[in-house]
């Protein structure tokens, strides 16, 4: 059973930073990808940012030049280091894992909650 564990979520004003965390039950490279998803009241989920095991990202336009995804394997975690947050990225942000494969499966945590306000 994998676990995914987000944390560091919280309150902010905008223009601030926040860096959250997500740490696996095992090892990340046993994933082919890591992403950061994030759904706010009354939207659908959406990718935030995503870090292959070769270590290739990709960024939704709305986030781009502001948050940066990044991963750490000897601690089998992955983080997003949100910098100059607005408003509307208020949401609940979820963590994923993805293996491919006919072996394979996708695997989420149970999300932290990020809100940006003043």
């Known amino acids: 059973q994998v676990q995914l564990v987000e944390s560091g979520g919280g309150l902010v004003q905008p223009g601030g930073s926040l860096r959250l965390s997500c740490a696996a039950s095992?090892?990340?490279?046993?994933?082919?990808?890591m992403g950061w998803y994030r759904q706010a009241p009354g939207k659908q989920r959406e990718l935030v940012a995503s870090i292959t095991v070769g270590d290739s990202t990709n960024y939704a336009d709305s986030v781009k030049g502001r948050f940066a995804i990044s991963r750490e394997n000897a601690k089998n975690t992955v983080y997003l280091q949100m910098n100059s947050l607005k408003p509307e990225d208020t949401a609940v942000y979820y963590c994923?894992?993805?293996?491919?494969?006919?072996?394979?499966?996708?695997?989420w945590g149970q999300g932290t909650q990020v809100t940006v306000s003043v």
């Open positions: 095992l090892s990340i490279l046993s994933f082919n990808t």
């Open positions: 994923k894992a993805t293996k491919w494969g006919p072996y394979g499966g996708a695997y």
